[in-house]
């Protein structure tokens, strides 16, 4: 597509279950973010892909989050043992290398 | 810390209306990304702004960085409901777009 989509737009889950969004970046893309923006706090920096060097982890709020991008395209964040706290839109963006950011529609997580 | 204020939060008015909106720091960035951000959506860049004092217009839009490179503003013209959303201001302090800092957006309404 001509976009950065992401998948699944919507998650419901109990507190304690893993789960798993996805993002497909802009086709030649070599950076990936991933951000977490809750009602009043903004977007939150959470990983960044370059390439193939190693991600920038800085902003993963705890070790029950992590991420993955294979072959340099596809990205899957996991958030295990899911906390209320962790609901929250997740968004992804992709970019050329230092360029503009594209912006996914998001994953709207809900922990109940 | 560095931190982006943006003012007001809300904004309600009508259409034809002017309005501005600020984006503040006490850090200085080497640029400055204002994005529109819909229900549902993620951000979509509006502009970039780089040299201290620059201004830019994008149809009824006029952007303007600060001579200090610490804070910005977005003026409106005649204000139409589909100019309707959040607007986000984020800071590029390290050159690279990595890692933005971004502020906590303006809600604005324009009722018809």
């Known amino acids: 597509g001509a976009g950065v989509s992401q998948s699944p737009s919507n998650k419901v889950t109990e507190k304690g279950k893993d789960v798993e969004l996805r993002c497909d970046p802009i086709?030649?893309?070599?950076?990936l973010y991933w951000y977490r923006q809750s009602l009043g706090q903004g977007l939150e920096f959470l990983i960044y892909?370059?390439?193939?060097?190693?991600?920038?982890k800085s902003g993963l709020p705890s070790d029950r989050f992590s991420a993955e991008r294979t072959g340099g395209s596809v990205s899957t964040l996991t958030i295990q043992r899911t906390q209320q706290e962790d609901s929250a839109v997740y968004l992804c963006?992709?970019?050329?290398?230092?360029?503009?950011?594209?912006f996914g529609p998001g994953t709207r997580l809900t922990v109940l | 810390t560095q931190l982006l204020e943006q003012s007001p939060q809300f904004l309600s008015i009508q259409e034809g209306e002017n309005l501005t909106v600020y984006c503040n720091s006490s850090?200085?960035?080497?640029?400055l990304q204002w994005y529109r951000q819909e229900p549902g959506e993620g951000p979509v860049l509006l502009v970039t702004?780089?040299?201290g004092g620059e201004v830019k217009k994008l149809k009824r839009l006029t952007f303007q960085f600060g001579d200090a490179r610490k804070d910005s503003s977005l003026h409106i013209t005649a204000a139409q409901p589909g100019d309707t959303g959040l607007y986000l201001c984020?800071?590029?302090?390290?050159?690279?777009?990595?890692?933005?800092?971004w502020g906590l957006g303006t809600s604005l309404a324009v009722n018809p």
């Open positions: 850090s200085v960035f080497s640029s």
């Open positions: 984020a800071g590029d302090w390290a050159g690279n777009n990595r890692k933005l800092i």
């Open positions: 892909f370059q390439g193939n060097s190693a991600p920038d």
């Open positions: 963006a992709s970019s050329q290398l230092a360029g503009v950011s594209f």
């Open positions: 086709s030649g893309h070599t950076a």
């Open positions: 702004v780089v040299t």
